[in-house]
């Protein structure tokens, strides 16, 4: 398996733009983490999915933030519109049924908003 | 209460040296303690994770020790190699949590020559 795979890898925008991250979680894997991480505030989780469901979205920052999952290997992470603030590593993760095989992380987006 | 307290933020440690991080939390549903290791431009890795049915767990150079009654962990790299210079984040998570981990704020360890 690739692993969990992200793009794109950087993205740079200017404010008031739309952006969307999109995700491809290991096949058979149960659960989809969507993650935020910044120097000041670390890795925040944002949303994540079980069996395509949303399940915890608690820590959606805004309403400009949206999530979906239509199908078991494909998610995006959607900002409209995107600021400054919202500049940071965007990483999605997932994991299967079992807590004891952790999370596999992908190699992230860095989104620079201008 | 979900919190889980990581320090210190930052280690710088000679090679060949202990490099030592420890975390504490509060919830004690929490029941499984993994850490990632995190490489300049990568995401996470899983290095290791505890349950507290076991006071330590090791595999080659790493070793988590684990105090259920003080509600903290730590990990210990042994032999610190300059290649094990990166972020490591504990976390910890529960049955019916979801799978959802919680993370630590992350220790920046460099591994001096």
């Known amino acids: 398996d690739a692993g969990v795979i992200q793009s794109p890898r950087h993205e740079v925008t200017e404010m008031g733009q739309e952006v969307t991250l999109r995700c491809k979680p290991i096949s058979g894997h149960d659960y989809l983490f969507w993650y935020r991480q910044t120097m000041m505030r670390g890795l925040e989780l944002l949303i994540y999915?079980?069996?395509?469901?949303?399940?915890?979205d608690s820590g959606m920052p805004e309403d400009r933030f949206s999530a979906k999952m239509p199908n078991a290997s494909f998610s995006t992470l959607k900002i409209q519109p995107s600021e400054p603030r919202d500049s940071a590593v965007y990483f999605c993760?997932?994991?299967?049924?079992?807590?004891?095989?952790?999370?596999?992380f992908g190699s992230g987006t860095r989104l620079t908003v201008v | 209460q979900q919190q889980v307290k990581q320090s210190p933020q930052s280690l710088i440690v000679q090679k060949g040296g202990i490099s030592i991080i420890n975390c504490a939390y509060e919830n004690t549903a929490f029941d499984y303690f993994p850490w990632y290791q995190q490489f300049p431009g990568k995401g996470p890795a899983l290095l290791i994770a505890i349950r507290p049915d076991v006071s330590e767990k090791k595999e080659g150079r790493f070793t988590i020790s684990f105090n259920k009654s003080a509600k903290q962990f730590s990990l210990h790299i042994m032999d610190s190699q300059p290649g094990d210079s990166a972020t490591y984040f504990c976390?910890?998570?529960?049955?019916?949590?979801?799978?959802?981990?919680?993370f630590g704020t992350g220790t920046q360890l460099k591994v001096e020559l």
């Open positions: 993760a997932s994991s299967p049924r079992s807590r004891g095989y952790g999370y596999t």
């Open positions: 999915f079980n069996n395509n469901v949303p399940i915890d």
């Open positions: 976390a910890a998570t529960y049955s019916g949590g979801g799978n959802k981990l919680t």
